[in-house]
């Protein structure tokens, strides 16, 4: 199977390097995506399920730890950081590579070789790492979103968060699903992902965040696919292959 490569990496002259390193280093590496922030990052992972994704640590819109934090175990990840040792700790803590800037191509070499004898294997859960690489490396981040205000009919609701059934995509509209009805929100789910804690709603398809709370079974569909039963709710909701690893024994 060929492997797929994502890189995302804000700094110009940084993206032209890496992926002229590793068009040499891996010809056979099928690049399915350079981004140019973490956003679009983490939209083309959803859309090209690579296998390998080199995230620059610091980008806008999301940061490469928290597209990490949402690929998990779905894909190998080597972060490319400025960072100092402090930050190299937390890499070294577990199974996960890096490489540092500015990117030298041996040390690139190495993390590829790494990552070409994993391949096989599933990769590592990265929660524990990245918390710790986050709480090391970022900024105060706000306080995570506890209400929204959302249209129902002609009326616009404050609604609690925790009451959240699921959100899904709907064309310009996120819908709003609680036990008792549906409201309509003009953000984007991919822009509202930001204000949510991820320990309470998961991401399980491009399309939808489900309170993990509201999760009466996961059952499977077929070989790669599940779909989620909903406690209070008649609606099944599609588990895309990127995100069956949260359900699995």
Known sequence: MKTKVLIAEDE????ERLLAQLNRLWPQAEIVMVAENGNDAWD???????????????????SGIEVARRIGKAAHIIFITAYDQYAIEAFDAGAIDYV?????????????????????ATPTDLQAILKSLQAA???AKPEKMKWIKASVGKQIKLI???????????????????????????TPLKDLLDGLDSDKFWQV?????????????AERVDAERMQ????????????????TYLFRE
């Open 12 to 15: 110009p002259l940084m993206r």
């Open 44 to 62: 083309g992972f959803l859309e090209h399920e690579p296998n390998l994704v080199l995230l620059d640590i610091r980008m806008p819109g999301l």
């Open 100 to 120: 540092l800037k500015p990117v030298q191509e041996d040390r690139l070499r190495k993390a590829l070789d790494r990552v070409q004898e994993k391949l096989q």
């Open 137 to 139: 490396t970022a900024s």
């Open 160 to 186: 609690d968060v925790d009451d959240v059934l699921f959100f899904q995509s709907d064309t310009k509209y996120t819908r709003v699903v609680l036990a008792e009805y549906e409201a309509l929100l003009r």
């Open 205 to 217: 398809h491009r399309s939808t965040v489900v309170n993990a709370k509201a999760i009466a079974a």
């Open 228 to 243: 989620l039963l909903i406690k209070g709710h008649n609606e099944k909701l599609l588990v895309s292959r990127n995100f």
